[in-house]
């Protein structure tokens, strides 16, 4: 079984910076990608950032281009999600996902992962 885990949410101030975590662990993945989505209440869940198992592709939904930043960590089972200038329509419930499968594509389509933390949630007040 794997096990995603992110932390880092909280309640800021529009303008301010968030770093999210999400670790992976339990049974272990041999390479794979991961990918950021967003959810806030009555909404769908939402692609925000993907990178791939190198790390050397990255996507981003273009309302956080120049804003958020998706790098992973050296040990690989780790992705971060900078978050710059953050405004109030970021506001959501933040999960991350890997998916196995073509590792070096990044998927948009929460359909395309198949493990899913259980998220953090990221306030953004004006």
């Known amino acids: 079984q794997v096990q995603l885990v992110e932390s880092g949410g909280g309640s800021v101030q529009a303008g301010d910076s968030l770093r999210l975590s999400c670790v992976a662990s339990?049974?272990?993945?041999?390479?794979?990608?991961m990918g950021w989505f967003r959810q806030a209440p009555g909404k769908e869940r939402e692609f925000v950032a993907g990178?791939?198992?190198?790390?050397?592709?990255?996507v981003y939904v273009d309302s956080v281009k120049g804003r958020f930043t998706i790098s992973r960590g050296n040990a690989k089972n780790t992705v971060y999600l900078q978050m710059n200038s953050l405004k109030p329509e970021d506001t959501a419930g933040y999960l991350c996902a890997a998916r196995e499968k073509y590792p070096e594509a990044v998927v948009t389509l929460p359909d395309g992962y198949a493990y899913w933390g259980q998220g953090t949630q990221v306030t953004v007040s004006s």
């Open positions: 339990g049974r272990t993945l041999r390479s794979y990608s």
């Open positions: 990178i791939s198992w190198s790390g050397g592709n990255t």
